[in-house]
């Protein structure tokens, strides 16, 4: 994890405790519809060997956005209307991820890039506005690092690309401290499916409860929503394989440049000061933004301050 990724972690569980299978099948219906938004679609389109899931609504200049784990397009669900006002928002679920196919291999982030670059040319676009939060953030990094061409402007939520800082990551913190535990838990191999299917729901209220500002934010029905998406032994390996996918991801980064496009980093009240000294050095042209009142969980803990920040960057 980057300086940015790790301090801003531990700063945010220090804030909160001072603040109190094989496969490469789609997702059942279920999963995919579970939940409708008023005004946007549900499409599915085949790129770079894999199905993607992604819902579209609203119009003008094309807006990707990006979830991160363990969420899906739904953690966008309060901002999507609002940015439709003024953008055609285009929401993916990623390789791996709720009605997206699953498959075993081709979660390092400049294969998910690759992904949306071509999901993004499927729809007629040769550019595109992208914003990402969580791993997302980090395939929205990697789209514009690899893709700078096609990409207009690009916002970073609360994470960067990984980086060999990630090594740094001690299991056991001292006093005060909070543990990253799940970056070591998701890079075991089968007994992550083994403990959380069917319970995912106890890991999910867990990091809400801990990396929120404001747990309640992330409401019941949203909650049900994650928990079902990741309740599969398929759905808990796919998004393990977003973190065993690390090694590649440093690698990778270690051959890119400075991203070129404008960039914004949005910012936890708990991270914005490692963002401010973090983007120097990974954008040329990058301005940082503290979302008050919100950890880790921006677009659902603030969605208010959020759609106003990216309207006005990507507007």
Same mark, same amino acid.
């Given at each position: ?14 804030? +909160? ?6 496969g ?19 499409n ?25 784990w363990?969420?899906t ?5 309060? +901002? ?9 928002? $285009? ?33 007629g ?9 969580? +791993? ?7 789209f ?24 740094? $990551? ?16 998701? /890079? ?29 934010? $992330?409401?019941?029905?949203?909650? /049900? +929503? ?9 759905? $808990? ?9 690390? !090694? ?47 950890? !880790? ?19």
């Open positions: 994890m980057s300086e940015l990724n790790r301090r801003s972690m531990f700063a945010l569980g220090a804030g +909160i405790a001072a603040m109190g299978a094989a490469t099948g789609v997702a059942s219906a279920g999963t995919d519809h579970e939940a409708d938004l008023p005004g946007f679609k549900h599915y389109a085949q790129v770079n060997g894999v199905r993607l899931h992604y819902v579209s609504g609203g119009r003008g200049e094309p807006l990707v956005l990006l979830p991160g363990p969420q397009w739904w953690e966008y669900h309060k +901002i999507m209307p609002a940015l439709a006002t003024k953008f055609r928002v $285009i929401v993916v679920d990623l390789r791996g991820m709720g009605g997206s196919s699953k498959p075993l291999a081709g979660y390092d982030k400049k294969t998910m890039a690759a992904d949306v670059h071509e999901l993004v040319r499927k729809l676009y040769s550019s595109v506005n992208i914003a990402g939060h969580d +791993i997302g953030s980090q395939v929205a990094f990697s514009a690092a690899n893709f700078p061409s096609a990409t207009r402007k690009v916002a970073l939520m609360d994470v960067l690309h990984p980086d060999e800082g990630y090594y740094q $990551i001690p299991l056991l913190p001292p006093p005060g401290g909070f543990s990253l535990w799940w970056f070591a838990f998701n /890079q075991v191999q089968t007994l992550p499916e083994q403990l959380l299917t069917g319970r995912f729901r106890y890991l999910l209220d867990y990091l809400f409860s801990n990396t929120a500002a404001n747990p309640a934010a $992330i409401d019941e029905r949203s909650r /049900q +929503i994650y928990a079902r998406a990741y309740n599969s032994p398929d759905a $808990i390996r796919a998004g393990n394989g977003w973190y065993q996918s690390f !090694h590649q991801d440093i690698a990778d980064g270690k051959t890119y440049a400075k991203l070129t496009p404008p960039v914004l980093g949005l910012a936890s009240m708990f991270s914005y000061q490692d963002m401010v000294a973090a983007l120097p050095k990974v954008a040329v042209d990058g301005k940082a933004v503290m979302v008050e009142g919100s950890g !880790h969980w921006l677009s659902e803990e603030q969605p208010d301050a959020v759609a106003r920040e990216l309207a006005q960057f990507f507007g």
